[in-house]
């Protein structure tokens, strides 16, 4: 039954399988590499040479040996949490999976190499490690935006690999893994998938501390998933520091109380900016087992080079868990040596006995993997006591500098430090831990761009385009600090809008789940799934960006990392594994000169077959165009250097003052750019999406 209209009435005959012909995708995406870089990597040294990972070896022939995991199932949550609190020996988590990467090479760390030793050492470590920090943070944006990888696939090989130990994440209470609220159901929703996929231990934090943004979170643990809910409170200020009163012993003490009358199951000193000194960590420990049932779990960061000494104290405070990671991953703004602190406890009476030896092995491999992603390494080459007046968080550090060199600022970096101090005294000293941190930096290299001193701000703040974050914070998007914010300076940013009080949640409407997953598939395709959903409601245009890469590439993740980041050398040749038991061959032959439309071809052996190629060279300039500056009150500049995402206004429109005429994006900031005067829109000078320098002429205005 041959008919001319037979593809006309079946169209899905052209919509290839998710499947189909990923060996060209792939090799798409190295030959874009191979010619015009990976975006994400500023500097590349032709030189580099990269060792081996070895990867420690372990019985697979054998039943995963018993650990954490294990026991929770098999006691339940009540007896394993009282398990935790008697129990004698010091137990540790292991951060090497998420936080102290974050800390030193910028989320970067993909998922291969994770899972490509994950199995080791959950077979020879099941008794060494309370959990493994795997998920959450900053992770799961970087995992779409920047390393193009699903983040719920990275959790699920995880657990695949790790079915012994248990899996922990970091959630932001009401902003989840985002950076703002969500609708109640969303995050309900979240934690519920989460918990499914893999996470056995939910760290909740408030980023102002603020209680009623982690009651709702915690609830849902503890009702709707078999997980541990660990509650936090940020540790900020210095309790043994009689000036500082803001943030005293009471206060954490007091905080401590309402966390456990909300029903966490442990609590965790979260000090985001290793800022909790040793003897600070004595009297507070020592106090919050005098004041609460649940255990007690210390995170902290190594940036003053002293944390060791605090991991020391606590431990004779008697704290239940403490956070390391392996030693070649560790320090600076990591936490404190998971090996060092080991072999300071032997022979001590409260001695966790590991194998230092085999510790060591995996400490080999990170040090290998971790010459992959040199472009991202901290550039803090040494421990710093400015941490105790800057007060950056250890997990923000090592993105702050990258960002700055984004907007044009890395030689101002120092002042945006001093900036960040500044940022903080004008909010009256809050708690500094995403998202409010991020805030906190956002304004700082926004005063630092503009030149801005603190008198400046508050004398001029009436007329100032504020970064949309900061509208947020004194808007009350991420809830409440102690105290309230500064009036003054809450009213100059909001311009006339009220500020609200209660949980910001609760002004956002419930997904429609049944409606908008439906929709969901129509705009993205069959193939998208719930995860994918949550994924898009967390980070819209990020989800984006990372599906089309995937229509475009198909799955990166199985990629080696250097051949991911740096592209192949004529006639290197890689093993890709593309799913259990498949693997193909591939050997960059050579890449042809440009032709006049600036195309390459790019020459291949896949499976030992010719591949060819062809690849836009988008180093082959054009003309280049120069915007003229803003240089009075009625041309409207942009602020930042940026991406010039949407034009809010249209030529001939009045406008008055305060009206929004255009958004700037910059390094995951925004800024709405808003009217200093009345008048008409004269002429738009730049058109949407193009990339802008400091100044450019966006706006002209007429009175």
């Not at 520091?241 to 206060?251: A, G, Q, V």
Request: some cysteine; overall charge neutral; proline content about 5%.
């Amino acid at each position: 039954d041959a008919r001319v209209n037979f593809i006309k009435e079946n169209p899905q005959l052209l919509i290839s399988p998710r499947w189909m012909d990923r060996g060209t995708k792939m090799l798409s995406y190295l030959a874009n590499v191979i010619v015009n870089g990976n975006p994400d990597v500023k500097f590349v040294d032709a030189d580099k040479k990269f060792p081996t990972p070895c990867i420690p070896p372990f019985d697979d022939t054998i039943e995963y040996p018993k650990g954490t995991k294990d026991l929770l199932e098999q006691i339940g949550r009540e007896k394993f949490v009282k398990w935790v609190k008697n129990r004698r020996k010091i137990l540790f988590t292991d951060t090497t999976f998420r936080d102290a990467h974050q800390s030193l090479l910028a989320t970067r760390v993909r998922t291969k190499d994770l899972v490509d030793v994950a199995e080791s050492f959950a077979r020879n470590h099941a008794q060494s490690v309370f959990s493994m920090e795997v998920w959450g943070g900053a992770t799961f944006d970087v995992c779409m935006r920047f390393l193009k990888e699903d983040p719920w696939a990275r959790l699920a090989e995880i657990r695949k690999a790790v079915p012994n130990i248990l899996l922990q994440m970091l959630l932001r209470g009401s902003n989840a893994v985002g950076y703002k609220a969500y609708p109640d159901n969303l995050v309900e929703n979240f934690i519920i998938r989460a918990a499914d996929t893999g996470i056995d231990v939910f760290r909740i934090f408030d980023s102002l501390n603020w209680v009623e943004g982690m009651k709702f979170s915690i609830k849902v643990v503890r009702e709707k998933t078999n997980a541990l809910a660990e509650a936090c409170i940020c540790y900020t200020g210095d309790i043994t520091d009689p000036s500082r009163t803001k943030y005293n012993l009471k206060y954490y003490l007091d905080l401590a109380k309402k966390l456990e009358a909300a029903g966490a199951h442990m609590l965790c000193i979260k000090d985001m900016a290793g800022l909790l000194k040793p003897y600070a960590a004595q009297i507070l420990i020592t106090e919050l087992r005098k004041t609460v049932k649940i255990p007690i779990h210390l995170h902290t960061h190594d940036t003053s080079s002293i944390q060791a000494a605090t991991c020391a104290k606590a431990i004779e405070a008697k704290v239940d868990v403490l956070d390391v990671a392996l030693s070649s991953m560790a320090g600076l703004t990591s936490q404190p040596s998971f090996n060092s602190i080991v072999a300071m406890m032997k022979g001590q009476p409260r001695e966790n006995i590991i194998d230092l030896q085999s510790l060591q092995k995996y400490t080999e491999y990170w040090e290998a993997v971790r010459q992959f992603y040199y472009p991202f390494e901290t550039e803090l080459k040494g421990g710093t006591a400015d941490v105790y007046d800057h007060e950056i968080p250890g997990g923000q550090y090592s993105n702050l500098r990258p960002q700055a060199r984004g907007l044009g600022l890395e030689d101002q970096f120092e002042t945006i430090k001093k900036n960040y101090r500044i940022v903080n005294d004008l909010l009256g000293d809050i708690v500094k831990v995403t998202p409010s941190s991020k805030v906190v930096g956002d304004m700082a290299m926004f005063m630092t761009a503009n030149k801005l001193t603190k008198e400046d701000v508050l004398e001029k703040g009436d007329t100032l385009a504020f970064p949309d974050s900061m509208k947020s914070l004194m808007r009350g998007d991420l809830g409440q600090t102690v105290g309230g914010f500064p009036k003054k300076f809450q009213k100059m940013v909001l311009k006339g809008e009220k500020p609200f009080k209660n949980r910001p949640n609760s002004h956002l409407a419930p997904i429609n789940f049944k409606k908008e997953i439906p929709q969901f598939q129509e705009q993205f395709g069959k193939y998208v799934n719930d995860n994918d959903f949550l994924s898009y409601q967390l980070y819209p245009k990020v989800f984006e960006e990372f599906h089309d890469h995937y229509m475009k590439y198909g799955t990166v993740q199985h990629i080696p990392t250097p051949a991911f980041f740096y592209g192949l050398k004529p006639n290197e040749e890689i093993l890709i594994e593309i799913e259990a038991g498949k693997n193909i061959l591939v050997r960059y032959l050579n890449k042809s000169e440009p032709d006049e439309a600036g195309m390459r071809k790019v020459a291949f052996l896949l499976n030992g077959q010719n591949r060819t190629l062809l690849i836009k060279d988008k180093s082959v300039k054009t003309e280049i165009v120069i915007f003229p500056k803003a240089k009075t009150a009625n041309e409207i500049g942009a602020p930042l250097q940026g991406s010039l995402s949407k034009i809010l206004v249209k030529e001939g429109q009045k406008v008055e003052i305060n009206t929004p005429l255009f958004i700037i994006e910059a390094m995951k900031m925004e800024s709405t750019i808003t009217s200093p005067i009345k008048g008409v829109v004269k002429k738009i000078h730049i058109p949407e999406k193009s990339m802008v320098e400091q100044d450019d002429m966006v706006v002209e205005l007429s009175e």
